[in-house]
């Protein structure tokens, strides 16, 4: 029991250590990238972005103000997935923005702010991801809809982001709107990466008259594991199998050159694996 307590203790930490480590990242970002360059990039980030140069306001102070009812707001309609974790989160940006404000901007040019300050609130959130947390935000907006519009998350979240965007266009100008998008789309991009890594896998399905020397080839040449899968013919209603092989990025082209040898004519489909758990892959 003590070594299971000690075990979720050192979990619990770690998580905590990811949204703070994140929460630092995203505040730097928003501090010498895309406040100065105007990126309002969705998010109460970029609501801060734009009431500041509207009104003087503080951005942190902007964005606790935003944060704080909206994390009460997803706990009345949303519930108990609101937990410390994400309450930290949300917190947190707001004051490294507060504690980083005195910071020289980083580039006064527009497009590599918000290139590069895209780039660095995704590897932010997507730490807080790993920590099993958000920052909360508009996300909590989105997600509202989410549960009583039933429209897809992604939807959502591209609406709320959106309307920051246009309203950005508005207070600044079209370019500055048009640079927000760029910014969002490379932080899409780098959660992504953070939250699976640069060695994606392929999955890849082999149809085959050899079917015993690939998969004695894969086994034995190669070093992965095959599953057999049961098929039907759509067109002959024949009975055959379907080799499934899931090998990372570094192997595949061995994998495709023994396919070639052992069968020239195999039937191959070829699909990327965001993300592989399991033995041999990540835990």
Not at 236 to 264: S, W
Request: charged share 15%.
């Amino acid at each position: 029991m003590g070594k299971n307590f000690h075990s979720s203790f050192a979990r619990r930490s770690r998580d905590y250590l990811f949204v703070i480590l994140g929460a630092a990242i995203i505040a730097l970002a928003f501090n010498v990238l895309l406040l100065p360059n105007h990126i309002a990039s969705g998010g109460v980030s970029g609501i801060s972005t734009i009431l500041h140069y509207l009104t003087g306001w503080t951005p942190a102070f902007i964005q606790w103000a935003l944060n704080i009812p909206l994390f009460i707001a997803g706990i009345i309609f949303l519930g108990y997935q609101f937990g410390l974790k994400t309450f930290v989160g949300t917190m947190a940006v707001p004051l490294f923005v507060y504690l980083s404000q005195g910071l020289d901007p980083w580039t006064k040019e527009p497009l590599i702010g918000a290139l590069f300050g895209g780039v660095l609130v995704g590897i932010g959130l997507g730490i807080v991801f790993r920590g099993k947390a958000s920052t909360g935000g508009t996300d909590v907006i989105a997600q509202i809809l989410h549960k009583y519009t039933h429209q897809s998350l992604g939807i959502c979240v591209a609406l709320i982001d959106g309307t920051v965007v246009v309203l950005a266009m508005i207070a600044f100008d079209i370019e500055s709107g048009l640079f927000a998008l760029i910014g969002l789309f490379a932080t899409s991009k780098t959660i992504d990466l953070v939250q699976v890594g640069l060695d994606q896998s392929k999955t890849v399905l082999i149809i085959s008259e050899h079917q015993e020397a690939i998969r004695e080839a894969v086994l034995f040449q190669i070093g992965r594991g095959i599953t057999r899968l049961e098929a039907k013919g759509g067109y002959t209603d024949d009975e055959k199998q379907i080799l499934l092989c899931v090998i990372q990025q570094r192997g595949f082209q061995k994998l495709k050159e023994v396919i070639k040898e052992m069968d020239p004519d195999a039937f191959v489909v070829v699909m990327s694996a965001s993300e592989v758990m399991g033995e041999g892959f990540s835990r």
